[in-house]
T-cell receptor, first 115, second 112 residues
Framework: GAVVSQHPSWVICKSGTSVKIECRSL??????MFWYRQFPKQSLMLMAT?????????EQGVEKDKFLINHASLTLSTLTVTSAHPEDSSFYIC???????????FGDGTRLSIL | GEDVEQSLFLSVREGDSSVINCTYT??????LYWYKQEPGAGLQLLTY?????DMKQDQRLTVLLNKKDKHLSLRIADTQTGDSAIYFC????????????FGTGTQLKVEL
């Protein structure tokens, strides 16, 4: 149980393109979903927290107009990287959690490469 | 902010036990977690422990928590080559909105 699916797993696109990444909880309802960014050989950096039906809370230094997050249902959150540039290239990972005291379960990540 | 520290690298022989250590600073941590990350993949939840527990065992995995010293360890018995991965320690607290604070990750290499 507690499976989180993330798509796509790998995206290569041109500079200036907007890219949407989906995160779905397959067998549980996710009250809260999280979006992380991971640089090579580093730990995860939390970008934002999203609760179903409300606006996402962004961490300091993360541009909300650049990284649009939508959490329209209890099983789906999306991250849209708008007008992506090479510096946005990274590994993006989502996680989902049921209630506050339950652990976060992670997707398999999306490798984003901007040319 | 709160801090979680791990050693960067551990090498063991197949069949031996591995012990990965973690220290944290948040005295109000509620839960402590161990996640495994294989190359190019997301994080897999291995186990987690509530802060009022000292130990938790799950098959080959044993978690020890010393709350006084803010020290967490993960012991993997009979380590196999498939255990080679990066292991992340993480903590959450109610006061921190139950967000996870991750350690730097420990690269475990299992040699034949």
């Amino acid at each position: 149980g507690a499976v989180v699916s993330q798509h796509p797993s790998w995206v290569i696109c041109k500079s200036g393109t907007s890219v949407k990444i989906e995160c779905r909880s397959l067998d549980f309802q996710a009250t809260t979903m999280f979006w992380y960014r991971q640089f090579p050989k580093q730990s995860l950096m939390l970008m934002a927290t999203s609760n179903e039906g409300s606006k996402a809370t962004y961490e300091q230094g993360v541009e909300k107009d650049k990284f649009l997050i939508n959490h329209a249902s209890l099983t789906l959150s999306t991250l849209t990287v708008t007008s992506a540039h090479p510096e946005d290239s990274s590994f993006y990972i989502c996680s989902a959690r049921g209630t506050d005291n339950q652990p976060q379960h992670f997707g398999d990540g999306t490798r984003l490469s901007i040319l | 902010g709160e801090d979680v520290e791990q050693s960067l690298f551990l090498s063991v022989r197949e069949g031996d036990s591995s012990v990965i250590n973690c220290t944290y600073t948040d005295s109000s941590s509620t839960y402590l977690y161990w996640y495994k990350q294989e190359p190019g993949a997301g994080l897999q939840l291995l186990t987690y422990i509530f802060s009022n527990m000292d130990m938790k065992q799950d098959q080959r995995l044993t978690v020890l928590l010393n709350k006084k010293d803010k020290h967490l360890s993960l012991r993997i018995a009979d380590t196999q080559t498939g255990d080679s991965a990066i292991y992340f320690c993480a903590e959450s607290s109610t006061g921190g909105g139950n967000k996870l604070t991750f350690g730097t990750g420990t690269q475990l290499k299992v040699e034949l």
